[in-house]
């Protein structure tokens, strides 16, 4: 089990980056997923979940109306796009499957999740 995370990088204040999370050694579609970031001096922190299907997706206020969470199962890849970027944005960003048929995910926290990726850094300039 497998994820990689892909996407990140430096980017001014108000730019837009999009970041991949792929599965590698097994199928994606039947776990829900979740983005964390983690700043330096920081704790991790949960930013945005997706349920396996797609229908169901959450946001951490800080990000609300500016990242958008997606899926494509055909792809084995799940997408957070992220507008409107800010310097307290920077982070390294990791996505992690929950297990399936579990409902903690949505509540962003780390305990609900069982596989993790190794992170991309993303950098917002001012």
């Known amino acids: 089990v497998q994820l990689v995370e892909s996407g990140g990088g430096l980017v001014e204040a108000g730019g837009s980056l999009r970041l991949s999370c792929e599965a590698s050694?097994?199928?994606?579609?039947?776990?829900?997923i979740g983005w964390f970031r983690q700043a330096p001096g920081k704790e991790r922190e949960g930013v945005s979940c997706i349920s396996d299907s797609g229908k169901t997706t959450n946001y951490a206020d800080s990000v609300k109306g500016r990242f958008t969470i997606s899926r494509d199962n055909t792809k084995n890849t799940v997408y957070l796009q992220m507008n409107n970027l800010k310097p307290e944005d920077t982070a390294v960003y990791y996505c992690?499957?929950?297990?399936?048929?579990?409902?903690?995910?949505?509540?962003?926290?780390?305990?609900?999740?069982?596989?993790w990726g190794q992170g991309t850094q993303v950098t917002v300039s001012s």
């Open positions: 992690a499957a929950a297990a399936p048929y579990t409902t903690n995910y949505y509540y962003l926290m780390e305990q609900g999740y069982e596989y």
């Open positions: 050694g097994f199928t994606l579609r039947y776990y829900p």
